[in-house]
């Protein structure tokens, strides 16, 4: 399986943009990047995710490198309530779609 | 819509037991999958259900087991429980393979 490497935690203020890195230089070419959140006591709940092109929903947006090695998680606005461990994945359509989790990105808003 | 419902929440068994924990996905969803999470591993895929047929599994020994209903619903089990089972283990459903998954609460699985 194709690995990701993040950093173990970062911070971030209130209201300023978060930027969460997230590297797979063994990304293949059927590997979408997925991006889930845990909020504390709570299951995972899906972010986004892309392939190659970067995209944007209501709560973050998604840029993709060219070489698809490496991918950001853009947080615009960061609020007290997006504090929570993010885990950038890969899922594999190529291999029945599973999704490993690795060790996550803890993220710490402070107002 | 109603989310993802999990049950028991909490269970507390000894080792040896085994243990049954159930999944009921979001209406509409055809696909399960359950993960178990604990403080020094994380959180780990344990397998993938769709249309009743496991689709994908993780690198967990036979003792794990699961199963999925007509329904959808999903049922997972545990036989001769060890210490080391002891987390939380979720369930996630999707409306198929390969879409985003939605995840419930949990249960919280304890063994002594």
């Known amino acids: 399986d194709a690995k990701t490497t993040q950093p173990n935690s970062m911070e971030s203020n209130e209201e300023e943009p978060v930027h969460l890195p997230c590297n797979h230089s063994t990304i293949s070419g059927t590997d979408y990047i997925h991006w889930y959140r845990q909020l504390p006591s709570q299951g995972p709940e899906y972010v986004i995710h892309g392939l190659t092109s970067n995209v944007n929903n209501r709560m973050a947006s998604l840029a993709i490198a060219e070489d698809r090695k490496s991918s950001t998680l853009i947080l615009h606005r960061a609020t007290l309530r997006d504090a929570a461990v993010y885990y950038c994945i890969l899922r594999d359509v190529g291999s029945n779609y599973k999704l490993t989790f690795g060790k996550g990105t803890l993220l710490t808003v402070n107002p | 819509k109603a989310g993802v419902t999990q049950t028991p929440r909490y269970l507390i068994k000894t080792r040896g037991q085994q243990v049954t924990l159930s999944c009921s996905p979001i209406?509409?969803?055809?696909?399960v999958s359950w993960y178990q999470q604990t403080p020094g591993q994380g959180l780990q895929f344990l397998f993938e259900?769709?249309?009743?047929?496991?689709?994908n599994k993780g690198n967990f020994p036979g003792r794990f087991s699961g199963r999925q209903f007509s329904n959808s619903r999903s049922e997972m089990n545990v036989s001769t429980l060890e210490l080391g089972d002891s987390a939380l283990y979720l369930c996630a459903s999707s409306l198929a393979l390969g879409h985003e998954q939605f995840f419930g609460p949990g249960t919280r699985l304890t063994v002594l």
């Open positions: 259900y769709f249309s009743e047929t496991q689709r």
């Open positions: 209406s509409g969803h055809r696909s």
